[in-house]
């Protein structure tokens, strides 16, 4: 018997402009009541939807849900305040140790303390001044019965940092978590000598093989259009639309046998998802090493999820 021919994917990424006030934010927050994961936490919005066209009738249906951790995107005052008092702690205790390491301080000491804290120039921050900013998008699956969770998108600005330092130009990494995988996917932005356009490569295992990918932006094109290439043959395109309120966009794969790899598929959409926060991203980033370059690290704020994400798992217990 003859193997089935693979098919083609395309899904539509509608991201909302107006997240905030879009009706289905309420729908969303119902939904993951009662969903079947705990990657929804109380500071998500949803911020779009992701529709997929069946390929023998043609026809769309609205399949997922794109939500976006607020916390960390937009801080509020108050998270902003919480962040800046737990780098000022860490800085208390730093000047305490090198006063006295252990135990408690004399009056000498308390006033030496003093001084220096009057003085030092993280205790003389102020909210503002401190970068907090990180991009972190999840995909759920939604159907009348249930919600699942298919996997997050999310912005590495360790990574960021010291390639964009080492190339002198802003470059984005991105980590994807996936149900059921073991790995972590990171999907790092490339700089080519007298190329603009952004250029994305990450490596892929479909549970037989590792593919190469990569995500080539269009010179010229209308939106943000990437092609995908995996090991060096064209298999797609993310084909953005330029009139839109959101950064929507088409993913579409050709016949292949990675378009019917629901995961890598997932991935993509989750990358489609990503592109319009590209450019907020990359001023974050662009404050993010200035800081490092003139010595004042401590602006930087680096979440503990994303120091998770950067664990040894073969490091002795």
């Not at 220096?116 to 993280?122: F, I, P, S, T």
């Not at 943000?224 to 298999?235: K, L, N, P, Y």
């Amino acid at each position: 018997m003859a193997s089935k021919e693979p098919q083609g994917c395309r899904r539509y990424v509608d991201m909302w402009a107006l997240p905030g006030i879009h009706p289905s934010n309420v729908e969303f927050l119902q939904k993951l009541k009662t969903a079947d994961t705990n990657h929804f936490t109380t500071h998500m919005d949803c911020v779009g939807t992701v529709s997929e066209m069946d390929q023998e009738s043609g026809d769309w249906s609205q399949t997922h849900l794109i939500g976006l951790r607020t916390d960390v995107w937009k801080p509020d005052g108050e998270e902003m305040e919480s962040a800046l008092g737990a780098i000022q702690d860490k800085r208390r205790s730093e000047l305490k140790r090198s006063i006295k390491r252990h135990g408690r301080l004399s009056a000498k000491q308390k006033q030496q303390l003093d001084e220096q804290l009057a003085a030092d120039e993280v205790m003389k921050m102020q909210s503002g001044e401190i970068e907090t900013r990180r991009l972190v998008l999840k995909l759920f699956k939604t159907t009348t019965e249930r919600t699942r969770w298919l996997g997050t998108i999310e912005e590495i600005t360790t990574a960021e940092v010291h390639n964009s330092i080492g190339s002198n130009r802003t470059l984005l990494t991105l980590a994807v978590m996936l149900p059921r995988n073991q790995m972590v996917t990171y999907i790092q932005q490339n700089h080519r000598t007298f190329r603009i356009p952004a250029v994305f490569t990450f490596c892929f295992h479909d549970g037989a093989r590792m593919w190469n990918l990569l995500l080539k932006r269009y010179w010229f094109s209308i939106g943000a259009d990437f092609e995908i290439e995996a090991d060096g043959e064209a298999i797609g395109e993310i084909d953005g639309r330029l009139f839109s309120f959101g950064c929507d966009s088409y993913v579409e794969i050709d016949p292949h046998p990675l378009a019917e790899h629901g995961p890598l598929v997932d991935l993509l959409t989750l990358f489609a998802a990503s592109v319009g926060y590209h450019k907020a991203m990359r001023r974050s980033v662009g404050r993010r090493v200035e800081a490092a370059l003139s010595g004042e690290s401590h602006r930087n704020v680096i979440g503990g999820d994303e120091l998770r994400l950067r664990n040894n798992g073969r490091a002795a217990a």
